[in-house]
């Protein structure tokens, strides 16, 4: 299937002609072609956005009515939420049940902006001068880039569209080039809501291109942007060349910190969905397994155990548990990463290969490693793939110093039966995202966000609508007389 672009209302190919091929990583085969943007074609959208801030369709259109076609678009992904889940399953390799809870998570998101829209609130002061009449207006930023990546490639598409439309702003949102499909059929679905002409644009196209043109265009207020680190310095640079505003979700090198007086079947089950939800394909990985040693051997032997019992496959399939990696190049990239564990001395307990049975596909057993070090880079450097490190702590304290051994700062989860220790240990883990005795759910209501190089700003909540918003301060003169300055 040939798919196409959506720019100023329309749906259109590249103006070169350009397409790109697009893979479903668990055949290896061509599931359809996409437009493969310019920056002619780039500059064609920032355009049409440009010129519908401006014209003031959108942000003037009142916030009950911005909030009713949020609905509308709830409605229509919840409407077509099993061709959806099934495009996000061919494109990105995830498990069906996972990719059902991801496109259900976007209706809702786009559900609780429609209702956030009309509690934009601003503030009255009393200031010292009696005269003057002060208050504070919330205003839309204007034209917002928004670039996402490949893991969630629709759900992080509609963390940054529902509260950016909800504020009134304009949008170019750029899915990953690898999976751009649930983006651009989120496009047909915008198109029967019927935003204005230019309100949003979705395009396709790669970074090196596309993204790079979308971040050096002047005419660009804000960058809304979840991906790499390394991308997300080049956003920064670019990005305070007009000073734009900018968000970004970065990596995370995500600890779970299992206590011996956790409930050990929970903290079981939940490590192993840190590790391999999403094939470790997720920001929030806990990629770091650190455990009391006095419950260490058992905690180990059953999660290796465990980890063999999962089901790998093509996610459409019945009871698949973990799908591929999402490209070769990750594949390889992960390989890379297992050479480079094993080479600096860790102990492979599991996996570290292709499922035996599958001769296609970018497929990789859930690996695990044990005897690490903490300066090892398996231990120290995001993989995004499932690969997971074991790794044994002695007290508490050393637990958390492990905790917050990582330039990274996104999240982290604690297993334990203990009320005060979880209480005493969260606020000494330096990052924006805690879970105790689960891991890895998400609320449109909660801040999702990092410390340190996990990036900077919040999405979602009532935190991800501010992110979308100009603060402006008014006074008004209510006095008859003139000051007398002069
Ligand atoms: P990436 O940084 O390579 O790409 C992300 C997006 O940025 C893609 O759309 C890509 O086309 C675009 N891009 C790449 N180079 C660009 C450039 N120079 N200018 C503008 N745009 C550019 O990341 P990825 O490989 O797609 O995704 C994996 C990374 O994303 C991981 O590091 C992961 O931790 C991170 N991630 C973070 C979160 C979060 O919420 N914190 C969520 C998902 C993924």
Redesign the pocket.
Known sequence: MNYKMYINGEFVNAMSGKTRSIINPATEEVIGTVPESQPEDVALAVTAARTAFDSGTWRNTSAQERGKLLLKLSALIKQHATELAELEVNNNGKPKREAEFDIDDAANCFEYYAGMATKIMGQTLSVPDTNSFSYVVKEPIGVCVQ??????PLL?GVWKLAPGLAAGNTLIL?????TPLTALKLAELIHEVGFPKGVVNIISG???T???A??NNSLIDKIA????????K??MEAASKNMKKVTL????KNPAIIFDDCDMDIALDWGLFAAFANSGQ???AGSRILIDEKIYDEYAARFIAKSKEIKIGFGLDEGIQMGPLVSALQYEKVKNYIQAGINEGAKLSSGGERPAPLSKGYFLLPTIFENVTEDMRIVKE?I?GPVVVLMKFSTEEEAIRMANNTEYG?AAGIFTQNLSRAHRVLPQLRCGITWVNYFHPTFNEQP???YKQ??TGR?LGTYGMEAYLETKQVNINLSNEPAGWY
């Open positions: 670039i996402v990546p490949w893991n969630y992080m750029k899915p990953s080039e690898l790669d970074g090196a596309a993204g790079n979308l971040i942007f979840t991906g790499g680190t390394l991308t997300g080049k956003i979700e970065l990596g995370g997720v920001c929030s995001e995004f996104l999702w966000g990092g996990s990036g999405e």
